[in-house]
């Protein structure tokens, strides 16, 4: 029985089965069968955005069929290249924010398959792997809309799915305070930067 992280064989290549047996309380991601700390807890800056953005959304969404999480919060990704069964899967991610439209994905563990939309607040220990692994991940596991919150500089990058199935940039320049950041899964909803950012 693994009872501490410290017994995981950084090596070895863990799916959702054996991640289901883990007894420590340390959260973790698997990305394509390795395992990764979270970080440290979040600090008060990522906190704020995180509480800010979760109740911009929360509002938003009240009528409609689609329910706003936070981290931590199971969002296993089964990969286009993968049998779509659960005890296959080898990655199961942490997004700091996850919007689902689909109650078919929805379970008493979490997510199974890709959140429309999905928002990371860049931390110094986890902003390499959400700017490259995750994004890597997130794109080609369909999730139709990225956002990256940068808390240091004040800024937003937001990527949507194009018909390719490519990350695209809604705009090359990062939204900042004084902008509004059109959301693309919901038409005519913005997110005011301010509100953001406090």
Request: aromatic share 10%; net charge negative.
């Amino acid at each position: 029985m693994i009872t501490d992280i410290s017994q995981l064989d950084p090596s070895k290549h863990y799916t959702y089965a054996d991640y289901l047996t883990w007894q420590f309380d340390e959260v973790v991601e698997l990305i394509r069968g390795k395992v990764f700390r979270m970080s440290p807890a979040p600090g008060t800056s990522h906190q704020l955005l995180s509480g800010n953005l979760f109740s911009l959304i929360h509002q938003y969404l009240k009528g409609k069929d689609c329910w706003v999480f936070a981290a931590p919060f199971d969002v296993r990704l089964p990969l286009p290249a993968e049998e779509h069964r659960v005890e296959k899967t080898d990655t199961i991610v942490q997004p700091d924010i996850s919007v689902i439209c689909d109650p078919a994905k929805l379970d008493d563990r979490g997510c199974e398959g890709a959140p429309d939309w999905i928002i990371e607040i860049l931390s110094k220990s986890t902003a390499a792997r959400d700017l490259t692994e995750k994004y890597a991940l997130y794109e080609q596991a369909g999730v139709r809309e990225y956002w990256v919150v940068h808390p240091n500089d004040g800024t937003l990058l937001a990527y949507r799915l194009n018909e390719a199935g490519a990350f695209q940039l809604i705009r090359q320049t990062p939204f900042v305070k004084g902008d509004r950041v059109p959301v693309g899964v919901f038409p005519g909803f913005e997110v005011a930067m301010e509100e953001v950012l406090g």
